[in-house]
Each structure stands twice: as structure tokens, then as C-alpha cells.
């Protein structure tokens, strides 16, 4: 009886909790997107974190066109460094 207690009940109940918690919807959320539902808000370029990037502009400069880069990498497989 120990064992099913210990097994069963608190696998099945942590189990049923997870579930409850997942389907159970907050009401404090607003009212979802709809495919084809109007579109309601300003458009917006995705960042992952716009507040903390505090970059304003493109992060990478470009490279000129006729600027070749320098081989300098050395070593591999044979080990030669």
C-alpha cells in the first residue's frame, strides 16, 4: 500500500497538476490573434531584446569591396603552428 502511495498517487496528482496548470487560461491575458482578424497594432521589426541591446543602428560595420583579408590562420590536422 506504501508503494502505490508513493508511486502511483504522486505520479498520477504531479501529473494532473502539470496538466491543470497548462490548460487552465489566466484571465488576465487579453484576447488572443486571430488568423485573419484585423491587426490592430503598429508593425515592428522582431529583436530578441530591443531594451537591452542599446544599439540604435546596424552592430556591424561593412567591409569595402576591394579589401582582401590576410591568410593568417596556421595549424590543422598535422599540428604545424
Not at 23 to 28: D, E, F, K, T, Y
Request: cysteine-free.
Amino acid at each position: 500500500m506504501t508503494t502505490f502511495l508513493l508511486y502511483g498517487v504522486t505520479s498520477i496528482g504531479g501529473i494532473g497538476l502539470i496538466a491543470l496548470m497548462t490548460l487552465v487560461r489566466p484571465s488576465s491575458r487579453g484576447a488572443r490573434y486571430r488568423s485573419g482578424d484585423s491587426w490592430d497594432h503598429e508593425p515592428l521589426w522582431w529583436m530578441g531584446n530591443p531594451r537591452g541591446s542599446g544599439v540604435a543602428g546596424p552592430t556591424v560595420e561593412a567591409v569595402p569591396a576591394g579589401a582582401a583579408a590576410e591568410h593568417t590562420a596556421r595549424g590543422g590536422a598535422r599540428g604545424t603552428w
